[in-house]
């Protein structure tokens, strides 16, 4: 996500769980991905804990799941449906992606540098509750099905 | 109301009603519309039945599928065999004979040593299936020849291969009279007698065989469900085993429990009589993963599953498996059955 051009200063802070220690200053924080690994369950669990610690006008479009490991099947503890019903109730949009590969890799950090953009206001006429009502109407029909 | 708690018996009376339609339909459109309804990767019903001892399965005699038990199978899955008739079981066994003499003399698949006089059996397996309406399996063995000639017995058995479907209704209703569907196939012997014959099989049926792997997902259903078969007496400890994806050699874990041990815990976790649910498979993993993060401080749920052993069955994820026991034997098929038709599709 780094090496994507962007107008403003782009800075990502990595953590394996929440909440983060509140004795360090740091900038306003504009968009959370959550990212699961398919392939264990302890990753799962571990996001549904941190979830908890997460301030809920957070989940007004700055929160995002990001799947991984989709790709390979049989390597897969946990059924896709299972984050899609986690990301539904938290009305928060899912990616899947394989971070193993690289050409994923790029086309997933472009969309989440676009979502940060747009979340953090830096995208004229649209704001993070508007993209969660466009990605929302999009991703309602398949979720019907389940 | 939240819409999303409706969604289940909503979706269940419109898959209902979609059969309905398509009763009258073309197998073709049958097997575009059950393709379409399955968007997700693997089978997983919210709900599975108990493996409980079947009607057919009375009618199994345990001397004829003793052969089948105690041994490790690779597990293929199969599409429908084009023009298979069970009337030539005789001209296939010859055909293949000839084939695999000739293959051999070829030079393709030469083992040291190895007696050229062998012949192939084509048999059916009667009582091998889950309905009426599934296919009879067959049994496909390369035996050699007995050198004497005042012994009339058969020779030794050098490969092992069958064909079955157990409830495989899914696939049934979607193809076309021609075709038998015999999507589970296990073999045990040399891995050149396999492809050999996998190959004759493509070529003279138009099908297609692929190695059905078996994920982790899958694995602790399976634990569960083994788990939860009422045996009399069990035969095996309850092992579990896990593969730790680390750098430069992975790291291989293994977990055994007193089956009885695991049954109780089974018990405990289960509430709703007649029928498996996730919630329980989860939380059976869940306790196992626990009690041994309590003792070895290691999650094992960061891990993957790559093998399951109890007194009923064990299976490996590469697609191995071994059947221990004969009353659950349609049981096991019958899963594994499911799982092969779900890779075909």
Known sequence: MLQDHCASELRVHLANSLPLPSTVNRPRIDLIVFVINLHSKYSLRNVEECLSHVDSSFFLGKVCFLATGAGQENHCSIHQNTVIKLAHTYRSPLLFCDLEVESFRAIVAQRLVRMLQICAGHVPGISAVNLLSLLRRSDSPPSKEL | MDPYDLQGSASRRRTSNLKDYFVGATPLQKRL???????????SPPRRKILQCTQLQEEIDPQKVAFLLHKQWTVYSLTPLYKFSYT??????RLLSAFIAAEKQKGLAVEVGEDFNIKVVFSTLVGVKGTQRDPEAFLVQILSKSQSSREHREGRVLWTGWFCCVFGESLLGTVSEDFTCLPLFLANGAESNTSLIGGWFQKTFDCCFSPLTISAFNLSWMAAMWTACKMDHYVATTEFFWSVPCHPQSLDISYAIHPEDAKALWDSVHKTSGEITQEEVDLF???????????????????????????VASAHTDGKIKILCHKYFIGVLAYMTELAIFQIE
């Open chain 2, 88 to 93: 030539n079981l005789k001209e296939y066994s």
């Open chain 2, 33 to 43: 519309e059950s393709v379409r309804r399955q968007s997700s990767f693997f089978p």
């Open chain 2, 285 to 311: 993993m869940d306790c196992l993963y626990s009690h041994f993060h309590r003792h070895f401080k290691i999650h094992l749920s960061a891990t993957r599953l790559v093998r399951v052993s109890t007194s």
